[in-house]
């Protein structure tokens, strides 16, 4: 009977603590179920108010522009999906990939006028678990790398070994096109523009886990662990700032220095990090995350379209 009593009361404990590790899963690396109008849903914050109105005219100038529907294969074969608004150039092509939890049209409602402007035909790409793309985890780049990679490749299929490539990102999608550096990626991606990235999964997990009042040291060893059970990747296997130490192309970085969610010193790491022997950094006074195409449009806009000349 002690037996018994024991290997029940050891069962539970097991099953209490992989429960405890799932809700620890879902809170970190799952994917929030979005409304229809998703694309719509900005944060409620003092940063976001003094824009607001702006960025819901460019979502909805974004959204009523017809686009091509493009589907590929991720290596883990999920199916990835993607907008082609098609600008008649064919020998440029930029693709974008949004933030954690973001929305491709609200993320690059105001940069996609910079390619729109310039003649520059973009793939607005829906990160795996996101969207219209399929997937159950958020991997803070880890995974997302690759589907860079998989989503440079279909660029070359469709129009053909000489087109040239720009990889642009905002946020995780940031940090995503920055980690994809340290892979093989074709000669034919020819920069990286990375807004606002962070500078490894660890350390924006660990800022925005003590950001929500929690004991970050002692929840990190859970977070890495659910991670490895339930989304595959260990989440210290990579990261930005050490991806860019292998960086072949040009890159440039900005950073709003009034970001409260990704530190503005994490952009500046990662440009000081950088073996690129052309990069470059955008610093944009009084920017919060994301907003820096917003604070400063006319510094934004120029300094994105002259790098993307020099590359191209």
Request: proline letters at 3%; glycine letters at 6%.
């Amino acid at each position: 009977m002690p037996f018994i009593i024991a290997a029940l009361f050891l069962t539970l404990v097991v099953f209490l603590f992989m429960l405890f590790l799932r809700i620890v899963y879902s809170m970190v690396f799952s994917k929030k179920k979005t409304s229809p109008n998703s694309s719509r849903e900005l944060p409620n914050t003092k940063q976001y108010d003094t824009v607001k109105g702006r960025m819901l005219e460019l979502i909805d100038n974004l959204e009523a522009t017809p686009f091509e529907e493009i589907t590929v294969k991720s290596y883990d074969k999920l199916k990835l999906y993607g907008r082609f608004y098609d600008r008649g150039s064919k020998d440029l092509i930029e693709i974008a990939f949004h933030g954690y939890h973001g929305h491709a049209i609200r993320d690059f409602c105001g940069g996609s006028c910079i390619s729109r402007n310039g003649g520059i035909s973009t793939i607005l790409v829906d990160q795996r678990s996101h969207e219209n793309s399929e997937g159950s985890s958020v991997t803070f780049g880890l995974k997302e790398r690759y589907d860079v990679l998989t989503w440079v490749n279909c660029v070359i299929d469709r129009f053909g070994k000489d087109v040239k490539i720009i990889l642009t990102g905002i946020s995780m999608g940031a940090a995503t096109v920055l980690m994809a550096c340290e892979l093989d990626l074709p000669k034919n991606v020819v920069g990286v523009i990375a807004d606002c990235p962070y500078s490894s999964p660890k350390e924006i997990i660990m800022r925005v886990t003590k950001n929500r009042k929690l004991p970050a040291n002692f929840m990190y060893f859970f977070i890495k662990l659910s991670a490895r059970i339930y989304a595959g990747v260990n989440i210290e296997e990579s990261s930005a700032i050490e991806a860019v130490k292998h960086a072949k192309v040009p890159v440039l970085v900005i950073h709003g220095d009034d970001d409260r969610l990704v530190p503005y010193s994490m952009g500046k790491k990662i440009y000081d990090a950088c073996s690129s022997e052309h990069k470059q950094f955008l610093s944009v006074h009084g920017a919060g995350h994301g907003l820096s195409y917003f604070v400063n449009t006319d510094e934004y806009t120029k300094t994105v379209t002259d790098f993307i000349k020099k590359v191209s």
